[in-house]
């Protein structure tokens, strides 16, 4: 064993040693501090990326591995790298949503930055609401995949904004009539009006999904809601939002 870890060429690989002496802690410690290709690429180019397959390959053997290592111990770091491979899967699975159409099996694992403009950049391009709708998800999955709620708050207004500006025309129109209506535009009208914007499929969707954990932050809070009605720069259309939001919350 003291072989493997000293060698540069076979280091990558102890924790295969590590599952077969039954250490299976050390073996998730191992798994997760991969960051370069093991099984392909020469170890001489260092910063040689590693690709999304065998990134998934190596989180699912690690979630294998921690499961084993929790019925054994109590180590409550057990409990941190539960969380740390969850949210690597999950950027892992937000991946291949974005790039399905073009994948061509040797896609290289993005970072977490990487993937949210990935998807902002898919949210954008696009005109099919059922589209958006799944960019949209991804796109908040990998904003909580973040380690704090400030942080996935950020990268979540990030994500509704660009949602939000796919319909922007149709926004702006019943902010600028809910504006000049006495009383403002009856519930009803707003719900026909905005039903099919891709907002509105995005939050149902969410709230459908997302009823616990971490998710939960990147959905339309308050906290996101401010952040992204400060880059937008409009009450009117900040009144229209969150009344739709908060319509779409009590439905479901």
């Not at 892992?92 to 977490?112: F, H, M, N, R, W």
């Not at 696009?126 to 950020?154: H, M, N, T, Y």
Request: hydrophobic share 40%; proline share 2%; glycine share 6%.
């Amino acid at each position: 064993m003291r072989y493997v870890r000293n060698d540069d060429r076979l280091s990558n690989l102890a924790w295969i040693q590590h599952l077969r002496d039954g250490g299976h802690e050390q073996a998730t410690v191992g798994l997760l501090s991969l960051n370069s290709p093991v099984l392909f690429g020469d170890k001489d180019q260092g910063d040689a990326a590693m690709g999304l397959w065998e990134k998934d390959l190596n989180m699912s053997l690690a979630k294998l591995s921690n499961k084993v290592a929790a019925a054994k111990s109590t180590n409550p770091d057990i409990q941190r790298r539960t969380n740390l491979i969850e949210d690597s899967l999950t950027l892992v699975s937000a991946q291949k949503k974005l790039q399905k159409d073009t994948a061509q099996g040797d896609e290289i694992a993005l970072k977490e930055d990487d993937l949210l403009s990935l998807a902002v950049e898919k949210i954008l391009s696009s005109r099919d609401v059922d589209q958006i709708r799944e960019f949209g998800i991804s796109g908040l999955a990998i904003a909580a995949a973040k380690p704090s709620p400030e942080a996935i708050a950020g990268d979540a207004s990030t994500i509704w904004q660009a949602v939000i500006e796919a319909d922007f025309h149709t926004w702006q129109s019943v902010a600028n009539e809910n504006n000049i209506a006495v009383g403002g535009i009856p519930e009803e009208e707003l719900i026909r009006r905005v039903e099919g914007t891709a907002f509105v499929a995005v939050l149902c969707d969410f709230v459908a999904q997302s009823s616990q954990g971490k998710m939960q932050n990147a959905g339309f809070t308050d906290q996101v809601r401010t952040q992204v009605m400060h880059s937008l720069g409009s009450d009117d259309l900040s009144k229209v939002l969150s009344l739709s939001a908060n319509i779409v919350a009590a439905a479901n």
